[in-house]
């Protein structure tokens, strides 16, 4: 009874929600760039970028910068930015639809909107500020110039970045809208692919091991020499990109779908991005490359049909052969198809044929399963596991004609040590902690600290004490995984016998690159949070910003900034003690003053930059 009473307003509730996604109505917004003529593309929305997806359209703008961008509909400015990194300078219209459209790496604002932001600039004293008119300040018209093209930001050449967000501030895909300006009758194109088991019992080609496959092609045809022997549940991944007309640059596609003969099974189909966990495609890819066809456990994502954990998984009963279908096919409808044949095998211990798990590898791990590889003595084959104070012997799960493999699934216990015989393993695995559970591991010399919303899954801590680069390193886990959100660690620092007030955490990569994380030093420990998993180590950078001036005249201040190690963090400038708005361009180290007004520079100038470690560069002259 109490529940009929909700049913209108859930459905009221339903109308509503779907309308932030469905609204779209052809013909609403005019191309922001070179509007009538044909454009062509960089990138394109679902497009798999470092940790997350690209949200909307890389308009290419010539190859240079002060290219017209035009307002793609009536609306007002909402929102806008200047930064020195991501969208760089970026504007945001609010629409009456109550959608918005974004436009970012801008080289510059026209005259009424360059002028607002400046004005604020000076007033709050910031050169990275970002401001939200009221809605009447800067109204605009469909077809007003707004601003320039430009390259600033993390882009790697001029262009525009273009999105459009429906009233929840989700990204929609703008070639839903129907442009004219972009023209695409190419279907997408599979590079390579690869299988990989779901589950504990899972196998391809005997062995519990992820394995790529090269792909040949006929046409718009893709498939792979000789047939996948399966046993129990095994995941599809793929790597392709898709192409428009006239373009050699690859792009994204939203939809992957899975067909059993003439039964659809499985879709992907990427035409709305939530920001709030966009992250997740560390998730839903393998090494930010392949597009899993599955869904993997724990992932927030609701673009997948069916939603239940492992959906997408193949599935072949021993003798029984699969013909499975995957189809591919972008926002203008152009398909291709990838042809696999699905072998079902019963589990076999016996391989009779090389085993290849785990590489050269004597322990791995695939999220709850414990990989370990032993050769094969001469007499013997059990391995006795040292786990919650009892020994368990286990059998090989398979052995080939070189080494023998044992799977053990952490969700039983995590093992001290594992006997296999001839050696003796010790894993490095501390504890599980279970998805969306916050949770503080404390070992006497380091506490790593989870909030729930932290890790993307249920976690298996890895901890171990290492040497990098001749320093004393934490490591963590591998960087091939990944957090959510930041967690906090409190390392050991006890061995750092330098100036500690210069001394930080960097994450140390295996070229010896050193990436500041930060820290707090209290006592003989230093706290820092990171959204890393890797090697970590405390190194010290007490050089200051380096400042070369490049033009100091009384109408303009220019100077390169450098720095040795940890990065530039802030820079200040004054002339005659007055405030000077200083722009920077991270990519060409250089900064450049915007005055307020005409009048032009003259008395002390004093340009201060500052480091992440702390240290202060300044630079003094007088105009």
Request: charged share 25%; hydrophobic share 35%.
């Amino acid at each position: 009874m109490k529940l009929n009473r909700f049913l209108p307003s859930l459905s009221i509730l339903g109308i509503l929600l779907l309308g932030a996604f469905s609204n779209i109505e052809k013909g609403y917004y005019l191309f922001p760039v070179k509007p009538g003529h044909q454009n062509f593309l960089a990138g394109n929305m679902s497009e798999i970028r470092p940790n997350h997806f690209h949200s909307g359209l890389d308009i290419k703008t010539e190859g240079r910068e002060g290219l017209p961008i035009y307002a793609a509909a009536d609306g007002y400015v909402h929102r806008m930015k200047i930064s020195t990194h991501g969208y760089g300078n970026i504007i945001y219209l609010k629409h009456p639809n109550g959608q918005y459209t974004v436009y970012a790496h801008l080289r510059n604002f026209n005259n009424e909107i360059g002028s607002f932001i400046k004005k604020e600039a000076y007033k709050q004293q910031k050169n990275e500020i970002e401001v939200y008119p009221e809605p009447d300040e800067l109204p605009v018209k469909k077809g007003d110039i707004i601003a320039n093209g430009g390259n600033t930001g993390s882009s790697g050449g001029p262009h525009l970045h273009f999105e459009i967000r429906d009233s929840m501030d989700r990204a929609i895909d703008p070639l839903k809208f129907g442009f004219k300006e972009i023209v695409d009758r190419t279907p997408p194109t599979v590079q390579r692919i690869a299988i990989t088991p779901l589950e504990i019992d899972s196998r391809v080609n005997g062995n519990y091991q992820r394995t790529e496959y090269a792909v040949n092609f006929d046409g718009n045809r893709f498939y792979i020499n000789g047939e996948v022997n399966i046993s129990g549940k095994v995941g599809i991944e793929v790597l392709a990109y898709d192409k428009l007309d006239e373009m050699h640059n690859p792009n994204g596609f939203p939809i992957y779908q899975i067909y059993d003969g003439d039964e659809q099974i499985f879709e992907s189909n990427v035409d709305v991005i939530d920001f709030d966990i966009g992250r997740y495609l560390l998730v839903h890819t393998y090494g930010n490359r392949y597009t899993k066809l599955y869904k993997s456990h724990n992932n927030l994502f609701d673009f997948y049909q069916p939603s239940a954990p492992l959906s997408g998984g193949i599935i072949a009963s021993p003798g029984e052969k699969k013909n499975i279908v995957v189809k591919l096919q972008d926002t203008y409808q152009n398909q291709s198809r990838l042809e696999l044949v699905f072998n079902g095998e019963a589990l076999n211990p016996n391989l009779n044929r090389v085993n290849n798990t785990g590489g050269n590898q004597k322990i791995s791990y695939q999220r709850n399963v414990m990989v370990i590889n032993g050769d094969k003595p001469v007499t013997g084959n059990l391995a006795q596991v040292h786990v919650n104070g009892y020994v368990l012997e286990i059998p090989p799960s398979y052995e080939g004609t070189n080494k023998r493999t044992y799977l053990w699934d952490m969700e039983h216990g995590i093992p001290d040590s594992i006997n296999l015989c001839n050696e003796v393993i010790i894993p490095d695995v501390k504890v599980k902690i279970p998805f969306q559970e916050e949770h503080c591991f404390n070992d006497g010399n380091t506490t790593v600290t989870f909030a729930r919303n932290t890790h993307f899954d249920d976690l298996y801590l890895r901890l171990k004490n290492t040497i990098a680069g001749g320093d004393k390193a934490l490591t963590i886990n591998s960087p091939t995984e990944h957090l959510w959100n930041a967690m906090e660690v409190k390392m050991d620092g006890s061995h750092y016998q330098g100036d500690r007030s210069k001394a930080h955490v960097y994450l140390r990569y295996d070229n010896g690159w050193k990436s500041f994380q930060g820290g707090e030093w209290t006592g003989d420990h230093i706290y820092f949070k990171t959204r890393n998993f890797g090697t970590f180590v405390i190194a010290e950078d007490n050089t200051p910003p380096r400042i070369v001036p490049v033009r100091v005249t009384a109408s303009e201040l220019r100077f390169s900034i450098t720095d040795n190690l940890s990065g530039i963090d802030s820079f200040e400038a004054f002339v005659d003690g007055e405030w000077v708005w200083m722009r920077y361009e991270h990519k060409d180290y250089v900064i450049w003053s915007d005055r307020l007004g005409d009048k032009p520079f003259k008395g002390e100038i004093i340009l201060r930059v500052k480091d992440k470690a702390g240290n202060i560069g300044e630079y003094k002259s007088r105009i």
